[in-house]
């Protein structure tokens, strides 16, 4: 089979001067040893192929997918693009294609990641099950490489290959249930026993929990939690298309946030996960959202861009043209506090390990509902005390950030799971001095 | 195209299942969007390949390839039952699959006119004066209509001698108009939120006539920035149908999945609140509430012929007169609970392992009207569309946003209410249902993006319901 890049090199040339054209390939292998009840019960394995091709016949655009690599399958893609393309009328805001741009060939896979074994897998899942044999645990780990060319017809090329693993789980007994999560580039950094024991420890930490009134608290979110909320302000607020169109909270140059806050999109870096260029081949770079409270710039690709008068961050991804342009190497910087510090300065508060279900109301004001889970301990007097049932809250996601909520930022920076995945935010713990409950198990 | 799967499920017998399964799946969509009188989105997709499932002992294991020569197909199988022995590291208790009838047979979806038959230009057309029609209105800032559909062609092969071909061909669409205040934006949706999607050809989405209710659309999405807030407390609520059918969705539908119910699904879409030990005496609801998971209603989202597992496409009680009476299951799940299998094990596309998915899980239509309903109520809130959802991880306590509501005071509706809310707790809410429309307002209304699963599959979904009446609801809940 040919390399990503070879392959988007091919349709680009079979599309010839019929069309301008750009082609974006992706080759790799994910596969996922799930667990619940303690035993492993769905274990799953992909070889994938996805191919995707924009082509625009004098302003006339159309996208198409497959994943069949012969020369016959691609030629027929590139058939149909070009004659869903005629159909076509001209397209006012099509951007063009990327000129040709300085992207290094980058490689951020790990070896240890691409040759993980069904066998190696297991051994983590059991090195979490084993935390505590008492309990009942579920979850996953993963492995993931891949392989991304593009290529488009000004001659423009990219290549790039990275890698990810992770263990993300939880343990349960009767009445609670405690999660641990770890992420990275490199499986043999991934600690099944040592992450078993965070969610075991928190599981056990969790019963005998009580009923909290709902009300106004102030919180400690764990790093879970807090890339929860980095994510829904970069999806709905520094999304470039949202802000051209009005639905963002976003104002650049205006400080939005306390003053501790500081938000990149940074996708360099040893533990950088994915490409370094977008489904546009716009290289992708360190963007700075956040500066010290104060919202500094929007991501784009080269639609947004082009409306906006800018040129793209190199944020275009294969759902763009639904969502719009989306940072997914989200980086809250952390202080300098550890998480027992940041508990101390709690008088009554409550603890939270991470967020579920969270559904944004209106993407303008960023009120967002959604609740506790695997974890929500009462924090009385500097010190976690009681177990808490679930709660729900309804808050304004920007507005927790805003200036003087922000009472304290921990050094604990990690990848942390969110509402949409593993690998997609890093973040620490944060206290915040106000946080809105708005009910709890009972209503 | 049998003939690939059956390599597949060799090459997984000879590497020590001792069962194994394979779809081979050939397939296309398209999806158009048109934003503001533009093209917006034009994707067409084609995909083709196989996923291969493989029993070692108690233990599975799945692997799925786009690489559908000889090779590809023999390393797919092989590879499925290496997974299934690695699962064996850290095994569940032994089970049986539960018997279904092993079959050789065919399906498709009735279908008039294929989507893909339909000319582009037509389609487009029809979405620009959509939007057209949307921007008619000067504070809509945002209009976008949208056509898509999936055709599918799957070839199941079992090694119990399962030969099953299936033709199934889904289509719809729909159209939203945000209008965007100082502070604010405000939406509305057209025939609900994401659109409606049924089993069948393009005739659907001529059935729904967007057009006509462009205007009207727009209108109410105008009206909203200027509109009261929702009153909070305590009151009657009255939900129209495709809002009553998410909440069927995600307070029925997931927490009768038998895979939850068994903690399958405990660190990622959560378990349920419901007890097998309870199944026949735990009250779901009132007496109006009759739930069923009816794969086999024409046109609707969840219909097929057979499961990915060769099961027969069932109509299964789920709920009757309020008391809680059925489940979702696959092979496995229905084995290790020692109830039939109900043929709901699906996977999305190829390159996923099958698993217990909602077919259609609607409820029944009682005897009322929305008209009655409005004139019974002496204080409450007629909400629509859903805008926003959220429940917990046993699908007890929930908050769903809507769209557009309208106040409902002595029998009339009043004013139109901006944001509006409500909140409760499953089976509270449930037995306050008092009344419920009948068969001339029941849809079958279909959710195209139901996600589960890691790594996460989306499925679609049917959901019949009519409108119906809740009492003393929590309303009015804001951040």
Same mark, same amino acid.
């Given at each position: 089979?040919?390399?990503?890049?070879?392959?988007?090199?091919?349709?680009?040339?079979?599309?010839?001067?019929?069309?301008?054209?750009?082609?974006?390939?992706?080759?790799?292998?994910?596969?996922?040893?799930?667990?619940?009840?303690?035993?492993?019960?769905?274990?799953?394995?992909?070889?994938?192929?996805?191919?995707?091709?924009?082509?625009?016949?004098?302003?006339?655009?159309?996208?198409?997918?497959?994943?069949?690599?012969?020369?016959?399958?691609?030629?027929?893609?590139?058939?149909?693009?070009?004659?869903?393309?005629?159909?076509?009328?001209?397209?006012?805001?099509?951007?063009?294609?990327?000129?040709?741009?300085?992207?290094?060939?980058?490689?951020?896979?790990?070896?240890?990641?691409?040759?993980?074994?069904?066998?190696?897998?297991?051994?983590?899942?059991?090195?979490?099950?084993?935390?505590?044999?008492?309990?009942?645990?579920?979850?996953?780990?993963?492995?993931?490489?891949?392989?991304?060319?593009?290529?488009?017809?000004?001659?423009?090329?990219?290549?790039?290959?990275?890698?990810?693993?992770?263990?993300?789980?939880?343990?349960?007994?009767?009445?609670?249930?405690?999660?641990?999560?770890?992420?990275?580039?490199?499986?043999?950094?991934?600690?099944?026993?040592?992450?078993?024991?965070?969610?075991?420890?928190?599981?056990?930490?969790?019963?005998?929990?009580?009923?909290?009134?709902?009300?106004?608290?102030?919180?400690?979110?764990?790093?879970?939690?807090?890339?929860?909320?980095?994510?829904?302000?970069?999806?709905?607020?520094?999304?470039?298309?949202?802000?051209?169109?009005?639905?963002?909270?976003?104002?650049?140059?205006?400080?939005?946030?306390?003053?501790?806050?500081?938000?990149?999109?940074?996708?360099?870096?040893?533990?950088?996960?994915?490409?370094?260029?977008?489904?546009?081949?716009?290289?992708?770079?360190?963007?700075?959202?956040?500066?010290?409270?104060?919202?500094?710039?929007?991501?784009?690709?080269?639609?947004?861009?082009?409306?906006?008068?800018?040129?793209?961050?190199?944020?275009?991804?294969?759902?763009?043209?639904?969502?719009?342009?989306?940072?997914?190497?989200?980086?809250?910087?952390?202080?300098?506090?550890?998480?027992?510090?940041?508990?101390?300065?709690?008088?009554?508060?409550?603890?939270?390990?991470?967020?579920?279900?969270?559904?944004?109301?209106?993407?303008?004001?960023?009120?967002?509902?959604?609740?506790?889970?695997?974890?929500?301990?009462?924090?009385?007097?500097?010190?976690?005390?009681?177990?808490?049932?679930?709660?729900?809250?309804?808050?304004?996601?920007?507005?927790?950030?805003?200036?003087?909520?922000?009472?304290?930022?921990?050094?604990?920076?990690?990848?942390?799971?969110?509402?949409?995945?593993?690998?997609?935010?890093?973040?620490?713990?944060?206290?915040?001095?106000?946080?809105?409950?708005?009910?709890?198990?009972?209503? | 195209?049998?003939?690939?799967?059956?390599?597949?499920?060799?090459?997984?017998?000879?590497?020590?299942?001792?069962?194994?399964?394979?779809?081979?799946?050939?397939?296309?969509?398209?999806?158009?969007?048109?934003?503001?009188?533009?093209?917006?989105?034009?994707?067409?997709?084609?995909?083709?390949?196989?996923?291969?499932?493989?029993?070692?002992?108690?233990?599975?294991?799945?692997?799925?390839?786009?690489?559908?020569?000889?090779?590809?197909?023999?390393?797919?199988?092989?590879?499925?039952?290496?997974?299934?022995?690695?699962?064996?590291?850290?095994?569940?208790?032994?089970?049986?699959?539960?018997?279904?009838?092993?079959?050789?047979?065919?399906?498709?979806?009735?279908?008039?006119?294929?989507?893909?038959?339909? #000319?582009?230009? %037509?389609?487009?057309?029809? $979405?620009? +004066?959509?939007?057209? !029609? @949307?921007?008619?209105? /000067?504070? =809509?800032?945002?209009?976008?209509?949208?056509?898509?559909?999936?055709?599918?062609?799957?070839?199941?092969?079992?090694?119990?001698?399962?030969?099953?071909?299936?033709?199934?061909?889904?289509?719809?669409?729909?159209?939203?108009?945000?209008?965007?205040?100082?502070?604010?934006?405000?939406?509305?949706?057209?025939?609900?939120?994401?659109?409606?999607?049924?089993?069948?050809?393009?005739?659907?989405?001529?059935?729904?006539?967007?057009?006509?209710?462009?205007?009207?659309?727009?209108?109410?999405?105008?009206?909203?920035?200027?509109?009261?807030?929702? #009153?909070?407390? %305590?009151?009657?609520?009255? $939900?129209? +149908?495709?809002?009553? !059918? @998410?909440?069927?969705? /995600?307070? =029925?539908?997931?927490?009768?999945?038998?895979?939850?119910?068994?903690?399958?699904?405990?660190?990622?879409?959560?378990?349920?609140?419901?007890?097998?030990?309870?199944?026949?005496?735990?009250?779901?609801?009132?007496?109006?509430?009759?739930?069923?998971?009816?794969?086999?209603?024409?046109?609707?989202?969840?219909?097929?012929?057979?499961?990915?597992?060769?099961?027969?496409?069932?109509?299964?009680?789920?709920?009757?007169?309020?008391?809680?009476?059925?489940?979702?299951?696959?092979?496995?799940?229905?084995?290790?609970?020692?109830?039939?299998?109900?043929?709901?094990?699906?996977?999305?596309?190829?390159?996923?392992?099958?698993?217990?998915?909602?077919?259609?899980?609607?409820?029944?239509?009682?005897?009322?009207?929305?008209?009655?309903?409005?004139?019974?109520?002496?204080?409450?809130?007629?909400?629509?569309?859903?805008?926003?959802?959220?429940?917990?991880?046993?699908?007890?306590?929930?908050?769903?946003?809507?769209?557009?509501?309208?106040?409902?005071?002595?029998?009339?509706?009043?004013?139109?209410?901006?944001?509006?809310?409500?909140?409760?707790?499953?089976?509270?809410?449930?037995?306050?249902?008092?009344?419920?429309?009948?068969?001339?307002?029941?849809?079958?209304?279909?959710?195209?993006?139901?996600?589960?699963?890691?790594?996460?599959?989306?499925?679609?979904?049917?959901?019949?319901?009519?409108?119906?009446?809740?009492?003393?609801?929590?309303?009015?809940?804001?951040?």
């Amino acid at each position: 089979m040919k390399g990503a890049r070879e392959s988007a090199e091919r349709i680009v040339e079979m599309v010839g001067d019929r069309a301008e054209a750009e082609a974006y390939v992706r080759i790799g292998r994910g596969e996922l040893t799930r667990f619940a009840n303690s035993f492993i019960h769905q274990n799953v394995g992909e070889d994938y192929l996805n191919i995707r091709l924009r082509v625009s016949s004098n302003g006339s655009v159309a996208a198409v997918t497959g994943d069949q690599g012969s020369d016959d399958a691609m030629a027929a893609l590139v058939e149909t693009g070009l004659a869903v393309a005629a159909t076509q009328p001209i397209d006012p805001d099509w951007p063009g294609i990327t000129s040709p741009a300085d992207i290094p060939q980058s490689d951020f896979s790990s070896v240890s990641t691409i040759e993980a074994t069904p066998d190696q897998r297991a051994a983590e899942v059991a090195a979490f099950v084993g935390a505590d044999t008492a309990l009942v645990a579920a979850g996953y780990c993963d492995t993931d490489w891949f392989d991304i060319g593009f290529a488009n017809s000004t001659g423009h090329g990219a290549t790039s290959r990275g890698s990810r693993a992770t263990i993300d789980g939880i343990h349960q007994t009767d009445e609670s249930a405690g999660s641990g999560h770890a992420t990275s580039v490199d499986f043999s950094r991934i600690d099944g026993a040592a992450i078993g024991s965070i969610a075991a420890d928190r599981a056990r930490r969790g019963t005998n929990a009580f009923d909290l009134k709902p009300g106004e608290y102030q919180v400690v979110l764990a790093p879970e939690a807090v890339a929860t909320i980095a994510l829904f302000l970069g999806f709905y607020g520094f999304n470039g298309r949202a802000y051209n169109e009005g639905q963002s909270f976003a104002a650049p140059g205006e400080t939005q946030f306390d003053d501790s806050v500081s938000l990149a999109d940074d996708p360099s870096g040893e533990s950088a996960l994915g490409a370094s260029f977008d489904l546009e081949g716009t290289p992708k770079t360190h963007q700075l959202l956040v500066d010290r409270g104060v919202t500094t710039m929007l991501v784009h690709d080269r639609r947004s861009a082009r409306r906006a008068g800018t040129v793209s961050t190199g944020h275009g991804w294969t759902e763009s043209s639904k969502y719009g342009p989306i940072p997914g190497h989200l980086v809250v910087s952390p202080g300098s506090a550890s998480v027992d510090e940041l508990i101390s300065g709690v008088d009554r508060g409550v603890y939270v390990a991470s967020f579920n279900y969270c559904r944004i109301l209106d993407p303008k004001t960023q009120v967002v509902t959604g609740l506790t889970r695997n974890g929500t301990f009462m924090i009385e007097n500097g010190a976690i005390t009681d177990a808490v049932t679930n709660l729900r809250f309804t808050q304004s996601f920007s507005k927790s950030w805003e200036p003087g909520n922000v009472l304290g930022l921990g050094e604990d920076l990690r990848y942390a799971d969110c509402e949409f995945g593993a690998g997609l935010v890093r973040a620490p713990s944060m206290h915040l001095g106000s946080w809105n409950f708005t009910g709890g198990a009972a209503g | 195209m049998f003939e690939n799967a059956v390599a597949a499920v060799e090459a997984a017998l000879g590497a020590g299942a001792v069962y194994a399964d394979a779809r081979y799946i050939e397939g296309k969509s398209e999806s158009i969007e048109v934003f503001n009188g533009s093209v917006r989105q034009l994707d067409r997709t084609e995909s083709a390949g196989i996923g291969v499932r493989a029993l070692v002992g108690s233990s599975w294991g799945f692997f799925g390839t786009h690489d559908t020569s000889s090779t590809g197909l023999l390393a797919a199988g092989r590879r499925a039952s290496e997974i299934a022995k690695a699962s064996a590291a850290v095994p569940g208790q032994p089970f049986e699959l539960a018997d279904v009838p092993v079959v050789e047979a065919d399906y498709e979806t009735p279908h008039d006119e294929s989507l893909f038959e339909v #000319p582009l230009s %037509e389609k487009v057309d029809l $979405l620009v +004066a959509v939007t057209g !029609a @949307l921007r008619d209105v /000067e504070e =809509v800032r945002l209009a976008t209509a949208t056509v898509a559909g999936w055709d599918t062609h799957k070839w199941f092969v079992s090694s119990q001698g399962h030969r099953i071909h299936q033709h199934l061909v889904e289509t719809g669409g729909g159209f939203s108009a945000t209008a965007i205040g100082d502070d604010e934006t405000q939406i509305r949706s057209y025939p609900q939120s994401f659109g409606q999607y049924e089993t069948g050809g393009f005739e659907t989405v001529r059935r729904w006539d967007f057009l006509s209710n462009a205007p009207r659309i727009a209108d109410e999405a105008a009206s909203l920035l200027t509109a009261s807030q929702c #009153p909070v407390g %305590e009151m009657t609520v009255i $939900l129209e +149908a495709s809002q009553l !059918a @998410l909440q069927i969705h /995600e307070s =029925v539908g997931h927490a009768i999945e038998l895979d939850r119910i068994l903690g399958w699904e405990a660190a990622f879409a959560g378990t349920s609140h419901l007890k097998l030990e309870e199944l026949g005496k735990h009250r779901y609801g009132s007496s109006l509430m009759n739930i069923s998971a009816d794969a086999t209603l024409p046109g609707a989202l969840g219909t097929f012929g057979y499961d990915d597992e060769g099961t027969p496409a069932q109509n299964v009680p789920i709920v009757n007169e309020g008391i809680w009476v059925g489940v979702l299951s696959g092979r496995d799940s229905a084995a290790r609970a020692g109830l039939p299998p109900g043929g709901m094990a699906r996977g999305d596309g190829y390159p996923r392992m099958p698993m217990v998915r909602m077919t259609n899980v609607g409820l029944a239509p009682g005897e009322s009207s929305l008209d009655e309903m409005i004139a019974e109520t002496e204080r409450g809130v007629l909400m629509s569309t859903n805008r926003s959802w959220s429940i917990d991880d046993k699908r007890l306590n929930f908050q769903f946003g809507c769209e557009i509501g309208w106040e409902i005071e002595d029998g009339k509706l009043t004013r139109r209410v901006k944001n509006p809310t409500y909140t409760g707790i499953t089976p509270q809410f449930w037995g306050q249902l008092d009344m419920l429309a009948g068969e001339a307002e029941w849809v079958h209304w279909g959710t195209p993006n139901c996600g589960k699963g890691q790594p996460i599959q989306v499925a679609h979904t049917g959901h019949s319901a009519s409108p119906g009446r809740f009492a003393r609801v929590r309303v009015g809940v804001t951040g």
